[in-house]
């Protein structure tokens, strides 16, 4: 599968500390493998997205934005289904404009771990108005669009302070977990989504054959087996204390189906998925 670094691969012109793009597609895309080199505000304004890192997944709609962190991450983009189009208004900056922000503004960092690598926010008036004014300075030369772009970014991550408090800048600010944590919270963090060996090992920033051997070594199974009783695991606590359907699940946990379900099921626990919430 094809890495897409950015903004690289979106902006051409000189690179920038600030840079800004409107991104539109008419077509969907699924778990793309992206490297952010700069930290990247997506003010997504149609369609659908969702964002997979080293810690939770994280899903929005056209009422929210997200920030996220540079590194590797797992990009969903699904079209409006009213009129079957994706627009994002995508405004990156480097760690050093970062820095230069929290000087000048005299933030205080909490030096708490990277434990998270992206935030979702709700639009409001304030926000959605700043959106449309980053969408009127795309009209401008490239130029004259840098030399405003600093003001905006003060504007943005002034207001986001003003507003969530100084800590909310903290994950941006922390430094990078060592590769173990890092690894971890891949592993944890996405135990329960649908990822190929493939899209672990790029989150994790390891190439397959590394990612097997540090999983075995950390876990002493094969990665497979383990995500199998992970997700077999919460089918039965589904099963057990949500009253869900067999049904209703096994698609979610990765499974082609109910009788693929069923087979795996039987196999870990002696009994069928019915049987087993029948018992409980």
Known sequence: MHIYTLPDYLITEKKWSIQLFNYESTTSHFNSKINLTQNTFSFLQEGFKKVATSDQPISITNDAFLIMKSGHCLMTENLSESNQFYKSILLFFSDEALFQFVEKHQINNTNVAATISAKSCKYDDFIRLFVKSLEDLLQLPYNAQQKLLQVKLEE???????????????????????????????????????LTLKELAFLAHMSVSTFKRTFEKHFQQPPIKWFLNQRLEHAAFLL??????????????????????????????GMTPKQYQLLN
């Open 240 to 269: 057990k204390n949500e009253n869900k359907r067999p049904s209703d699940i096994f698609e979610a946990l990765g499974y082609e189906n109910l009788s693929n379900f069923v087979h795996a099921f039987k196999t870990k626990f």
């Open 156 to 194: 943005i991550l002034l207001y986001l302070v003003a507003t969530q408090g100084a800590d909310f800048l903290s994950f941006l600010l922390a430094a990078k977990d060592n590769q173990t944590s890092h690894f971890m919270n891949v592993v944890q963090s996405n135990k329960l989504q649908k």
